[in-house]
């Protein structure tokens, strides 16, 4: 008796870590889905602006009721304009999260897409570092929409972070100030199956990308495969 629990505890251990690992998966395979339709819409994220991005950051469906109970978060991944100073190709994604319920109310109860843009090298370095409180550590705009409109606004050149919205087919700028992003280490070990952290997983490539990555690294390499920001 005492052997089969012993095997029984030993078979749970490894299927945990293939469930989570799995989970993430799914969660980077969404991403990619979420910004590939993002792109295609009729009136998206300008070329201006994602070509100044240094990084992008999908969350995508999350919903009003995770924000209601206990501070609960949404997850998400991003990726970044690869290297030190941001002007490799994007990179392996590094999982993320996005806390507080300041925000929750403007969900209206159905699920919703989240697109975050990383527009400074400051903004983005100290993301992968360390929580960071949106418009707060890190100063934030909601995001301009239509391809023909300009990242040489008032509002877009000072924001650090630009941030959409995306729900019952409705893509707009929203606000999401209050709120903290910050690294998921823990998915990070999920999904690539060893400690690794987001620095090292922008700036030193310490990882290759999944194949979950594909369509979310393909999308933005097609649509924006040079960083066109004159900050450096």
């Known amino acids: 008796m005492r052997k089969t629990v012993v095997t029984l505890s030993l078979l749970g251990m490894m299927v945990l870590p293939v469930f989570g690992q799995d989970k993430e998966e799914d969660r980077v395979k969404t991403a ?5 339709e993002i792109m295609n819409l009729p009136d998206d994220i300008p ?18 009721a995770a924000f209601v109970v206990g501070g609960s978060y949404g997850r998400g991944v991003m990726t970044c304009r690869s290297g030190r100073h941001f002007r490799g190709p994007w990179s392996a994604p590094t999982m993320m999260a996005l806390e ?25 370095a100290n993301i992968l570092k360390s929580k960071v409180k949106i418009g707060g550590d890190a100063s934030a705009a909601a995001g301009p929409v239509g391809r023909n409109a300009s990242a040489e606004t008032d509002v877009t050149m000072r924001a650090q972070i630009l941030s959409y919205s995306r729900a019952r087919g409705l893509f707009a700028g929203v606000s999401l100030s209050g709120s903290t992003l ?29 194949p979950s990555a594909a369509k979310l690294l393909g999308t933005l390499n097609r649509k924006s495969p040079r960083n066109l920001s004159k900050e450096k």
């Open 100 to 124: 507080g319920a300041s925000f929750g109310f403007q969900l209206g109860g159905q699920a919703t897409d989240f697109v975050l843009l990383l527009m400074s090298p400051t903004s983005a």
């Open 32 to 36: 990619g889905t979420v910004i590939s």
């Open 47 to 64: 070329q201006d602006v994602i070509d100044k991005a240094d990084c992008v950051v999908v969350l995508p469906s999350v919903l009003k």
């Open 182 to 210: 910050r690294p998921d280490n823990d998915a990070n070990k999920n999904l690539y199956g060893k400690d690794v952290s987001a620095e090292a997983i922008v700036f030193d490539k310490a990882v290759p990308p999944p």
